[in-house]
Nanobody
Framework: QVQLVESGGGLVQPGGSLRLSCAAS????????MGWYRQAPGKQRELVAR???????IYAVSVRGRFTISRDNAKNTVYLQMNSLKPEDTAVYYC????????????????WGQGTQVTVSS
């Protein structure tokens, strides 16, 4: 089994910064893709940023130049540094892991974190 623990959300003023973390634990050998999604009230969940073990990263157009995704493979942790935050960034942020190879050799997909609230408001 794999467990995900997210942290780092909160209330911040427009223009401020936050750093989200998502740590995976369990019998993990490797993780191919680690990403962040968000869901605002009344809206569909959307991709914010995604990073693969091969070094490919993608960002939503709305966050390019402001958000940075990074990962520490030794700690099975993915981060999202969010700068120049705007009120429209307000949402619940979820981490998602794909293609998790376990120590026993099995492959698991679509692991979601519990979500962390980010509120940007003055």
């Amino acid at each position: 089994q794999v467990q995900l623990v997210e942290s780092g959300g909160g209330l911040v003023q427009p223009g401020g910064s936050l750093r989200l973390s998502c740590a995976a634990s369990g019998s993990i050998f490797s993780i191919y893709a680690m990403g962040w999604y968000r869901q605002a009230p009344g809206k569909q969940r959307e991709l914010v940023a995604r990073s693969t073990s091969g070094g490919t990263t993608i960002y939503a157009v709305s966050v390019r130049g402001r958000f940075t995704i990074s990962r520490d493979n030794a700690k099975n942790t993915v981060y999202l540094q969010m700068n120049s935050l705007k009120p429209e960034d307000t949402a619940v942020y979820y981490c998602k892991l794909d293609q998790i190879r376990t120590m026993s050799g099995s492959m698991m997909n679509d692991y979601w974190g519990q979500g962390t609230q980010v509120t940007v408001s003055s």
